[in-house]
């Protein structure tokens, strides 16, 4: 199992651009790298996903470098709303099984 | 689209009780999770079907069983609970190409 490593907090301020990098030295070559985004009392929610080079939806960024070691989520423009707990993961298929364990996330704390 | 729906949302349990957290998804996904999240901490999974007939271990299995019904429904059993256990659990679905959807969670207390 590819485990991932995250910085266990951040701090920015609203308007700022934020870059979470997460490391996953182990990873195979079939895994997706795909990240959540997560509220208090609340379940994890997608927020991008990808394979190698870079991703861009309406909400983030996703840069990956060649060697798929490491990934780093990039939001742009933060704002209040944006604080919460951000998840890497990165899992695939082991002889025909998904197994996705979470790494122990990043606190993004957003202030005014 | 209801997409991942648990039962109950809340539940106290003396120790030794027993118990079956329900989750249907409605996404025909083949593979569905059972995870718990401690107070501050992160995810951990407890177990995982691949497809409807299967299921295997994940990280935390120890003190559970699961059950998957048909393509929809995945149950956690706790057979006879214990505080190490109070937590929220969450069910998970996911995509071929692994996004995960999740349900709303399940707080559980066990005195």
């Known amino acids: 199992l590819a485990k991932t490593t995250q910085p266990i907090s951040m701090d920015s301020y609203e308007g700022q651009e934020v870059n979470i990098t997460c490391s996953h030295n182990n990873i195979a070559t079939n895994d997706y790298i795909t990240w959540y985004q997560q509220f208090p009392s609340q379940g994890p929610r997608f927020i991008i996903q990808g394979y190698k080079t870079k991703v861009t939806n309406e909400v983030a960024s996703l840069f990956i470098p060649a060697d798929r070691k490491s990934s780093t989520l990039s939001l742009p423009r933060v704002s209040l709303s944006d604080t919460a707990v951000y998840y890497c993961?990165?899992?695939?298929?082991?002889?025909?099984?998904?197994?996705?364990?979470f790494g122990t996330g990043t606190r993004l704390l957003v202030s005014p | 689209n209801a997409g991942v729906t648990q039962t109950p949302k809340f539940q106290v349990l003396k120790t030794g009780q027993s118990m079956t957290l329900q989750c249907a998804q409605d996404?025909?996904?083949?593979?569905m999770y059972w995870y718990r999240q401690d107070p501050g901490m992160g995810l951990r999974l407890i177990y995982y079907s691949a497809s409807e007939g299967t299921t295997d271990k994940g990280e935390v299995p120890n003190g559970y069983n699961v059950s998957r019904l048909n393509k929809r429904e995945f149950s956690l059993r706790l057979e006879s609970a214990a505080p190490s256990q109070t937590s929220v659990y969450f069910c998970?679905?996911?995509?071929?190409?692994?996004?995960?959807?999740f349900g709303s969670g399940t707080q559980l207390s066990v005195l």
């Open positions: 998970a679905s996911s995509t071929a190409d692994e996004k995960l959807f």
């Open positions: 993961l990165v899992g695939g298929d082991y002889a025909g099984f998904q197994k996705l364990v």
């Open positions: 996404m025909n996904h083949n593979s």
